[in-house]
Protein backbone atom coordinates (compact mmCIF):
# COMPACT_ATOMS: atom_id res chain seq x y z
CA UNK A 1 0.00 0.00 0.00
CA UNK A 2 1.32 3.18 -1.32
CA UNK A 3 1.43 6.06 1.77
CA UNK A 4 0.10 9.45 0.89
CA UNK A 5 2.66 12.30 -0.16
CA UNK A 6 2.56 15.13 2.16
CA UNK A 7 0.82 17.28 -0.04
CA UNK A 8 -2.03 14.31 -0.91
CA UNK A 9 -2.40 13.87 2.91
CA UNK A 10 -3.05 17.48 3.64
CA UNK A 11 -5.51 17.80 0.61
CA UNK A 12 -7.46 14.93 1.78
CA UNK A 13 -7.24 16.69 5.74
CA UNK A 14 -8.52 19.86 3.92
CA UNK A 15 -11.12 17.83 2.41
CA UNK A 16 -12.29 16.18 5.52
CA UNK A 17 -12.43 19.48 7.08
CA UNK A 18 -14.61 21.41 4.64
CA UNK A 19 -16.73 18.76 4.53
CA UNK A 20 -17.51 18.56 8.78
CA UNK A 21 -18.08 22.17 8.39
CA UNK A 22 -20.60 21.91 5.74
CA UNK A 23 -22.39 19.40 6.92
CA UNK A 24 -22.28 21.68 10.38
CA UNK A 25 -23.60 24.38 8.70
CA UNK A 26 -26.42 22.04 6.95
CA UNK A 27 -27.56 20.77 10.29
CA UNK A 28 -27.67 24.63 12.11
CA UNK A 29 -29.82 25.50 9.38
CA UNK A 30 -31.88 22.29 9.31
CA UNK A 31 -31.93 23.03 13.41
CA UNK A 32 -33.32 26.76 12.62
CA UNK A 33 -36.09 25.55 10.47
CA UNK A 34 -37.40 22.86 12.30
CA UNK A 35 -37.47 24.50 15.70
CA UNK A 36 -39.28 27.65 14.18
CA UNK A 37 -41.62 25.00 13.44
CA UNK A 38 -41.68 22.93 16.08
CA UNK A 39 -40.22 24.16 18.91
CA UNK A 40 -36.81 23.19 20.69
CA UNK A 41 -39.03 20.29 22.64
CA UNK A 42 -40.47 18.99 19.27
CA UNK A 43 -37.19 18.62 17.59
CA UNK A 44 -35.21 15.36 18.18
CA UNK A 45 -31.72 14.71 16.76
CA UNK A 46 -33.27 12.12 14.89
CA UNK A 47 -35.10 14.73 12.75
CA UNK A 48 -31.85 16.80 12.39
CA UNK A 49 -30.21 14.42 11.49
CA UNK A 50 -32.61 13.21 8.89
CA UNK A 51 -32.98 16.91 7.66
CA UNK A 52 -29.51 16.48 5.95
CA UNK A 53 -29.76 12.69 5.13
CA UNK A 54 -27.32 11.37 8.34
CA UNK A 55 -28.51 9.40 11.33
CA UNK A 56 -29.67 11.05 14.85
CA UNK A 57 -26.41 9.49 16.00
CA UNK A 58 -24.20 10.69 13.63
CA UNK A 59 -24.85 14.62 14.85
CA UNK A 60 -23.18 13.56 17.64
CA UNK A 61 -19.71 14.03 15.51
CA UNK A 62 -21.03 17.50 15.27
CA UNK A 63 -22.64 18.70 18.31
CA UNK A 64 -22.30 17.15 22.22
CA UNK A 65 -26.55 17.42 22.34
CA UNK A 66 -29.19 19.83 21.66
CA UNK A 67 -28.63 21.99 24.05
CA UNK A 68 -25.09 22.86 22.30
CA UNK A 69 -27.12 23.34 19.10
CA UNK A 70 -29.58 25.66 20.58
CA UNK A 71 -26.73 27.59 21.88
CA UNK A 72 -24.56 27.62 18.57
CA UNK A 73 -27.56 28.83 17.03
CA UNK A 74 -28.42 32.01 19.10
CA UNK A 75 -24.68 32.69 20.21
CA UNK A 76 -23.49 33.09 16.77
CA UNK A 77 -26.99 35.35 15.18
CA UNK A 78 -26.16 37.56 18.62
CA UNK A 79 -22.76 38.00 18.35
CA UNK A 80 -23.11 38.80 14.28
CA UNK A 81 -25.66 41.26 15.23
CA UNK A 82 -23.15 42.61 17.70
CA UNK A 83 -20.41 43.08 15.58
CA UNK A 84 -22.45 44.09 12.77
CA UNK A 85 -23.29 46.89 14.63
CA UNK A 86 -20.45 47.89 16.00
CA UNK A 87 -18.62 48.05 12.43
CA UNK A 88 -21.30 50.40 11.90
CA UNK A 89 -21.01 52.82 14.48
CA UNK A 90 -17.45 53.09 14.22
CA UNK A 91 -16.55 53.20 10.97
CA UNK A 92 -19.90 55.55 10.10
CA UNK A 93 -18.97 59.57 10.76
CA UNK A 94 -22.02 61.32 10.16
CA UNK A 95 -24.92 60.16 12.67
CA UNK A 96 -27.75 59.93 10.64
CA UNK A 97 -25.77 57.80 7.59
CA UNK A 98 -24.99 55.50 11.23
CA UNK A 99 -28.40 55.29 11.79
CA UNK A 100 -29.68 54.68 8.42
CA UNK A 101 -26.83 51.68 8.24
CA UNK A 102 -28.17 50.12 11.41
CA UNK A 103 -31.88 50.29 10.18
CA UNK A 104 -30.31 48.61 6.57
CA UNK A 105 -28.46 45.72 9.01
CA UNK A 106 -31.07 44.73 11.25
CA UNK A 107 -33.36 44.67 8.29
CA UNK A 108 -31.17 42.49 6.61
CA UNK A 109 -31.06 40.05 9.25
CA UNK A 110 -34.55 40.22 10.08
CA UNK A 111 -35.51 39.05 6.10
CA UNK A 112 -32.75 37.01 6.10
CA UNK A 113 -32.92 35.14 9.09
CA UNK A 114 -36.90 34.63 9.73
CA UNK A 115 -36.32 30.97 11.59
CA UNK A 116 -33.87 32.72 13.87
CA UNK A 117 -35.97 35.54 14.90
CA UNK A 118 -38.76 32.74 15.83
CA UNK A 119 -36.18 30.57 17.47
CA UNK A 120 -35.13 33.36 19.78
CA UNK A 121 -38.36 34.64 20.74
CA UNK A 122 -39.68 31.50 21.50
CA UNK A 123 -36.91 29.42 23.06
CA UNK A 124 -34.49 31.46 24.32
CA UNK A 125 -35.42 30.47 27.75
CA UNK A 126 -34.92 26.96 26.67
CA UNK A 127 -30.69 27.53 26.80
CA UNK A 128 -28.71 26.64 29.58
CA UNK A 129 -28.60 29.89 32.05
CA UNK A 130 -24.59 30.02 31.77
CA UNK A 131 -25.47 30.37 27.44
CA UNK A 132 -28.98 32.46 28.24
CA UNK A 133 -26.93 34.90 29.97
CA UNK A 134 -24.08 35.13 27.39
CA UNK A 135 -26.57 35.71 24.78
CA UNK A 136 -28.59 38.27 26.89
CA UNK A 137 -25.08 39.96 27.45
CA UNK A 138 -24.86 40.35 23.48
CA UNK A 139 -28.06 41.91 22.89
CA UNK A 140 -27.44 44.07 25.65
CA UNK A 141 -24.42 45.27 24.39
CA UNK A 142 -25.76 45.35 20.44
CA UNK A 143 -28.88 47.64 22.05
CA UNK A 144 -26.26 50.26 23.20
CA UNK A 145 -24.76 50.94 19.96
CA UNK A 146 -27.96 51.59 18.88
CA UNK A 147 -28.06 53.94 21.81
CA UNK A 148 -24.94 55.11 21.19
CA UNK A 149 -25.85 56.33 17.48
CA UNK A 150 -29.08 57.99 18.52
CA UNK A 151 -27.79 60.07 21.25
CA UNK A 152 -25.37 61.37 18.27
CA UNK A 153 -28.39 62.13 15.94
CA UNK A 154 -29.71 63.68 19.01
CA UNK A 155 -27.98 64.46 22.15
CA UNK A 156 -31.42 65.99 23.64
CA UNK A 157 -32.31 62.27 23.37
CA UNK A 158 -31.49 60.67 27.44
CA UNK A 159 -30.64 57.05 27.25
CA UNK A 160 -33.53 55.87 28.76
CA UNK A 161 -35.60 57.33 25.41
CA UNK A 162 -33.08 56.33 23.13
CA UNK A 163 -33.27 52.63 24.79
CA UNK A 164 -37.23 52.25 24.25
CA UNK A 165 -36.59 54.04 20.67
CA UNK A 166 -33.67 51.30 19.88
CA UNK A 167 -36.02 48.28 21.51
CA UNK A 168 -39.88 49.65 19.46
CA UNK A 169 -37.51 49.33 16.13
CA UNK A 170 -36.08 45.74 16.91
CA UNK A 171 -40.24 44.84 17.47
CA UNK A 172 -41.02 46.89 14.28
CA UNK A 173 -38.54 44.94 12.35
CA UNK A 174 -38.82 41.76 13.82
CA UNK A 175 -42.26 41.11 13.12
CA UNK A 176 -41.61 40.36 9.58
CA UNK A 177 -41.78 36.30 10.41
CA UNK A 178 -44.95 37.05 12.00
CA UNK A 179 -46.84 40.29 9.68
CA UNK A 180 -45.16 39.32 5.83
CA UNK A 181 -47.97 39.04 3.05
CA UNK A 182 -47.85 36.77 0.32
CA UNK A 183 -47.45 38.78 -2.55
CA UNK A 184 -51.09 40.06 -4.04
CA UNK A 185 -52.16 39.72 -7.42
CA UNK A 186 -51.97 43.31 -8.53
CA UNK A 187 -48.14 42.99 -7.94
CA UNK A 188 -47.25 40.79 -10.80
CA UNK A 189 -44.14 41.81 -12.57
CA UNK A 190 -43.52 44.47 -9.51
CA UNK A 191 -41.74 44.53 -6.14
CA UNK A 192 -40.81 41.41 -4.58
CA UNK A 193 -42.79 41.01 -1.35
CA UNK A 194 -39.48 41.33 0.51
CA UNK A 195 -39.02 44.49 -1.48
CA UNK A 196 -41.96 46.12 -0.54
CA UNK A 197 -41.36 44.43 3.55
CA UNK A 198 -38.01 46.28 3.27
CA UNK A 199 -39.17 49.62 1.68
CA UNK A 200 -42.24 50.33 4.07
CA UNK A 201 -40.14 48.91 7.44
CA UNK A 202 -37.17 51.37 6.61
CA UNK A 203 -39.42 54.05 5.87
CA UNK A 204 -41.28 53.68 9.40
CA UNK A 205 -38.58 52.61 11.38
CA UNK A 206 -36.81 56.03 10.27
CA UNK A 207 -39.63 58.20 10.32
CA UNK A 208 -39.99 57.21 14.32
CA UNK A 209 -36.41 57.33 15.24
CA UNK A 210 -36.29 61.06 13.54
CA UNK A 211 -39.46 62.08 14.06
CA UNK A 212 -37.81 64.22 17.07
CA UNK A 213 -34.73 65.49 15.80
CA UNK A 214 -33.68 68.40 14.38
Not at 58 to 70: G, T
Request: glycine share 8%; with cysteine.
Amino acid sequence: MTDLQPDQGEQALSRRSRAKADRRRQLLGAAARLIAERGFHGVRLEDLGAAVGISGPAVYRHFPNKDALLDELLTDISLRLLYGGTDVAENTADPRTALEQLVDFHLDFALGEPDLIRVQDRDLHSLPDEARHRVRQAQRRYVEIWVGVLRRVDPALNETCARIAAHGTFGLINSTPYSAVSPSPDNAGGETNGDMTRTVLRRMALAALLADSA
